[in-house]
């Protein structure tokens, strides 16, 4: 089946720094790529939709300036979180959907983040 | 009222058994409803789509209810491997895609 990766799988940051996570689409080309959040004992939070070469959409409540998508290809989409807070500690999660199947997403094994 | 309501569990139940669970889903318009698993600190897998017609692979047996806005999932002769978290989920009609998921139910398969 169709892989998607991330990196880094884990990440222990200090309060006030920037965190990049990549999520790549290894056997095929998404146009589309979704973030995730889950918070422990909750369910999957959608933050954004990336699509390639365009801006991201956000979700109600997910902020555009604190969360950064870049999704300048077909294989590769980034999230970074800016200036992160212990409340960003959280299991961020990417999946992407092929270009030529678009009723199914891939997901990625998820990024685990930690501020201190 | 969440979009999607399961019960949490956790579901404690003997190898060999039969366990069911229920969701909920309060867009009338959803076009789309899967079930995923979810292992302890892993991604969301596709465990199979739902059908109204109903489903079933191997010992797992999904059902849509679309009158009652119900989607069930059974596994019988329960495994150990099947400890996990259910996640009900669902795409809203003209969502782009937007998938929608339930918190999860625990099931714990003790021998």
């Known amino acids: 089946g169709a892989v998607v990766s991330q990196h880094p799988s884990w990440v222990i940051c200090k309060s006030g720094t920037s965190v990049k996570i990549e999520c790549r689409s290894l056997d095929f080309q998404a146009t589309t790529m979704f973030w995730y959040r889950q918070f422990p004992k909750q369910s999957l939070m959608l933050m954004a939709t990336s699509n390639e070469g365009s801006k991201a959409t956000y979700e109600q409540g997910v902020e555009k300036d604190k969360f950064l998508i870049n999704h300048a290809s077909l294989t590769l989409s980034t999230l970074t979180v800016t200036s992160a807070h212990p409340e960003d500690s959280s299991f961020y999660i990417c999946?992407?959907?092929?270009?030529?199947?678009?009723?199914?997403?891939?997901f990625g094994p998820g990024t685990r983040l930690t501020v201190l | 009222r969440k979009e999607v309501e399961q019960d949490p569990g956790p579901f404690n139940v003997p190898e060999g058994a039969t366990v069911a669970f229920n969701c909920t889903y309060s867009?009338?318009?959803?076009?789309?409803f899967f079930w995923y698993r979810q292992d302890c600190r892993k991604e969301p897998k596709l465990l199979m789509s739902?059908?109204?017609s109903g489903n079933e692979d191997g010992r797992f047996t999904a059902q849509l209810n679309r009158a009652s806005q119900y989607i069930s999932l059974l596994i019988r002769d329960s495994k150990l491997s099947d400890s996990a978290t259910y996640l009900c989920v669902v795409l809203p009609s003209g969502g782009y895609n937007k998938l929608i998921f339930g918190a999860g139910t625990r099931l714990a398969v003790h021998p």
């Open positions: 739902v059908y109204s």
């Open positions: 999946s992407a959907m092929s270009s030529t199947t678009t009723d199914t997403q891939y």
């Open positions: 867009n009338s318009a959803s076009q789309s």
